[in-house]
């Protein structure tokens, strides 16, 4: 008789086994509340040990960090696509605004889920406010410089920008960070009549 097999797990570095950690809490933000999720939960997902988590993350604020890390580059890029855009015609404006809704149709829960979080640690609330002032910031600019170049009538861009993107935030959480979740293309017509009314003078596309 041949001896046993025995099979180990492919030995992992600590990079991959992070980046596993952080993957596995994205995935449980987009299937239940923040509140119920904790070292046990996660690690379940992984197949790994309570041991392991704590040689990562401090707990799971900590993780959620991780998580703001990885979704709020995305979320700049976005941004920034966004804002540049601006300087060009209302028809590619639409087009890249469609990217930030599909953001959002990829991410809505776990951002929803970080709002969360933030009311609950003083840390992830810094974290995540300053990810929303980047994108505010952005906004600014783009408004100022729509008014600069006289396509705007000036008013005060970074109130202005502030309302938008709160409101568009706190839209697409409720449209699509939570089931029922809002047709797509309803949600890209609602967000696109907000942005273009203010932008553009109710330029259509």
């Given at each position: 008789m041949s001896a046993p097999v025995?099979?180990?797990?492919?030995?992992?570095?600590?990079e991959q086994t992070r980046s596993q950690i952080v993957l596995a809490m994205l995935e449980l933000l987009r299937e239940q509340p923040f509140r119920e999720i904790?070292?046990?939960?996660?690690?379940?997902?992984?197949g790994h040990s309570r041991t392991v988590f704590y040689r990562h993350f401090e707990d799971i604020p900590s993780l959620v960090l991780a998580v703001i890390t990885e979704v709020g580059g995305e979320l700049v890029e976005v941004g920034?696509?966004?804002?540049?855009?601006?300087?060009?015609?209302?028809?590619?404006?639409?087009?890249?605004?469609?990217?930030?809704?599909?953001?959002?149709?990829?991410?809505?829960?776990?951002?929803?889920a970080i709002a969360a979080a933030a009311h609950h640690d003083a840390t992830v609330d810094a974290a995540y406010g300053q990810m929303v002032e980047g994108f505010i910031a952005m906004t600014t600019q783009a408004i100022e410089a729509r008014i600069a170049r006289?396509?705007?009538?000036?008013?005060?861009?970074?109130?202005?920008?502030?309302?938008?993107?709160?409101?568009?935030?706190?839209?697409?959480?409720?449209?699509?960070?939570?089931?029922?979740f809002t047709d797509r293309e309803r949600v890209l017509e609602t967000v696109w009549t907000i942005w273009t009314r203010t932008l553009y003078g109710g330029a259509s596309a």
């Amino acid at each position: 008789m041949s001896a046993p097999v025995h099979r180990t797990r492919p030995r992992q570095t600590p990079e991959q086994t992070r980046s596993q950690i952080v993957l596995a809490m994205l995935e449980l933000l987009r299937e239940q509340p923040f509140r119920e999720i904790g070292v046990e939960t996660v690690m379940r997902r992984t197949g790994h040990s309570r041991t392991v988590f704590y040689r990562h993350f401090e707990d799971i604020p900590s993780l959620v960090l991780a998580v703001i890390t990885e979704v709020g580059g995305e979320l700049v890029e976005v941004g920034a696509d966004w804002a540049a855009v601006e300087r060009t015609s209302p028809a590619e404006a639409r087009a890249r605004l469609e990217r930030f809704v599909d953001f959002y149709v990829r991410h809505g829960p776990v951002v929803r889920a970080i709002a969360a979080a933030a009311h609950h640690d003083a840390t992830v609330d810094a974290a995540y406010g300053q990810m929303v002032e980047g994108f505010i910031a952005m906004t600014t600019q783009a408004i100022e410089a729509r008014i600069a170049r006289g396509e705007l009538e000036p008013l005060d861009a970074p109130e202005v920008a502030r309302a938008l993107v709160r409101m568009l935030n706190g839209y697409l959480g409720d449209a699509l960070g939570q089931e029922p979740f809002t047709d797509r293309e309803r949600v890209l017509e609602t967000v696109w009549t907000i942005w273009t009314r203010t932008l553009y003078g109710g330029a259509s596309a």
